[in-house]
Structures are given as structure tokens and as C-alpha cells.
């Protein structure tokens, strides 16, 4: 995290929320984080880049993405962007607008979940967005008030029913801890973040869950939406690249201490989750710091 810069947000302590709404024609944020949660839309900017932890993409017409983190870094850039009529609406709420208490109401549920899947950032179709737009478009118009406020949470509630959301950083890059739940999923996902560096083998795991192999594979699967060998490559990439932002260490240094067991094989499946070399994402995570 040094030199990224830690936004201090117009939100006051008096207000659930903050909104801005921009027209804009080009991103120059520099790379962030905040201890709000937020809620950023954008239209018009096909091309820009996003970058939330340790994903990265280029976004289309329309974009709506939940943080729902104080750590988490993210940016957009102009990337291939070459619109001039962009418009940005962002919405930040702190955490404490749902407190604990009201969030374990069975009412609130799919709300609960949506947050708890936004630490790692979450991104929203475009048949969704359209589907919401009308009421992010109102919330510009009634800002404050006790109306705004139930609009607001009405937003959030129809985005936790959509079942298209797909969440962007990975886990062990946000510093977050996963559960599932399954105790048994819960207690391998709890090893193998300890034995991540090891050679971590399914045997072992499925002792761990008292099934045989076969069966606890096909139940990982099914409890996860992942098999264990994706899972336990998402959980080293994620922190080695956490690793090449936060030390020093050379690429290789961090290829062994994440568990790969060569620097091609790395480098390869580095490659092919993160979009490029693990040197680049080094050096393109720098770019996009604010020097102080």
C-alpha cells in the first residue's frame, strides 16, 4: 500500500451517503482506497480500464461496480477510451448504515451476502444496470432526506437479487478471509491459507473433511463452483501479486514462496489469470500510484 492514495471522501458523519454525479471526459484518478463502501456507475466509456485489486479489465458502455472494502485499491483509467461525454455517478455509504443487528434479519439476507461478496469488488451485468439505472438516475435528483435514504436501500436490495454478479479481485489479494457454509469447506479453506507455501495435497484435505478423495473433490466442486486445484492456484496467485506490490522480493523469491514449484510454471499460470507477466503487473501496478 505505499503511496497509494487513501481518499479522504466528502462524506460527512451526519449523512448515510454521499453522491456525486460527473460529466466528464477522461479518467485521472490515481490508483485508491477508502474506508467508505461505494458504489460507482459509468456510462459512455468504452475502453477505460478498471482495476479493482488484483483484476483488471477493459470496461464497455456501461459499468456498475460494488466495493464493499476499506483496503481494496481500485482505479479506472482512460485506457482506449476515446468518448468525450462520460458520466460518472458515484455513490459512498459507510458500513454502519447497515449495522450488524438489521443485516441478521432474514429480510436483509441477499443484502448481507452482496456485501460480504463486494469486499473483493463486484461487478454487475449490463441487462442488471439497465435494470437499476432508473433509480440510480433518481437518487442524483433527491440527494438528501429520508426518501433518498429508502431509495437507496431499495437500490441496494434489488442489486443483491441479481444472480449475474461475478466478484473481481481475488480473495487472498483483499486480505479476506473466505467461509463457506459448509464447516467442512470452511475448515480445508482455513489450512490451506496456512499451508499455501506447501505442497498441499487432496489426501490431506479430504482427512481434513473426513471424506474419501473422489468425494471430497466432488464436493468441493460443488460447495465452491471451483475444483480445489483452481482454488489453491487463485489463493497463491492472489498472494503473489499482493507480494509484488507490497515488497520488494524479486519475481522468482515470490514464486517459491507462494508454493509454484518452477518460475515457468508460474510466470505461465500468472500469465494466463492475470493478463500478463508478473514483472508487468509489478511495474503497471506502479504506474498507476500517486507519488508523494
Request: aromatic share 10%.
Amino acid at each position: 500500500m505505499d503511496n497509494v492514495m487513501r481518499e479522504i471522501t466528502p462524506l460527512s458523519a451526519s449523512d448515510c451517503f454521499y453522491l456525486a454525479d460527473r460529466h466528464k471526459s477522461s479518467f485521472d484518478f490515481p490508483i485508491h482506497s477508502h474506508p467508505e463502501f461505494e458504489l460507482n456507475f459509468i456510462a459512455g466509456a468504452a475502453g477505460v480500464r478498471r482495476t479493482v485489486g488484483d483484476h483488471s479489465e477493459a470496461i464497455g458502455d456501461y459499468d456498475l461496480v460494488l466495493i464493499a472494502s476499506p483496503n481494496l485499491e481500485h482505479v479506472w483509467e482512460q485506457g482506449e477510451c476515446v468518448s468525450k461525454n462520460i458520466r460518472e455517478i458515484t455513490i459512498q455509504f459507510t458500513s454502519d448504515v447497515l449495522p450488524e443487528p438489521l443485516l441478521s434479519k432474514s429480510q436483509f439476507h441477499s443484502i448481507r451476502r452482496m456485501l460480504d461478496r463486494a469486499r473483493c469488488g463486484l461487478a454487475f451485468s449490463g441487462l442488471t444496470i439497465m435494470k437499476v439505472f432508473g433509480k440510480i438516475d433518481e437518487l442524483t435528483h433527491q440527494q438528501r432526506g429520508f426518501h433518498a435514504v429508502l431509495s437507496f436501500l431499495e437500490l441496494l436490495y434489488d442489486l443483491s437479487l441479481a444472480d449475474d454478479s461475478r466478484t473481481l479481485s481475488s480473495s487472498s489479494f483483499a486480505r479476506i478471509k473466505t467461509s463457506n457454509e459448509s464447516r467442512r469447506v470452511n475448515k480445508v479453506q482455513q489450512y490451506i491459507a496456512s499451508h499455501y507455501a506447501e505442497d498441499v495435497r487432496l489426501e490431506t484435505l479430504a482427512d481434513l473433511a473426513g471424506m474419501t478423495p473422489v468425494a471430497f473433490s466432488r464436493f468441493f466442486h460443488q460447495r465452491t463452483g471451483r475444483s480445489l486445484s483452481e482454488y489453491i492456484i487463485e489463493i497463491r496467485l492472489g498472494i503473489a501479486a499482493r507480494m509484488l506490490i507490497d515488497t520488494t522480493k524479486m519475481v522468482a523469491e515470490i514464486c517459491y514462496d507462494c508454493g509454484f514449484n518452477t518460475l515457468s510454471n508460474f510466470n505461465r499460470l500468472f500469465r494466463k489469470h492475470k493478463g500478463c507477466t508478473p514483472t508487468a503487473f509489478r511495474e503497471n501496478f506502479n504506474k498507476k500510484k500517486l507519488i508523494i
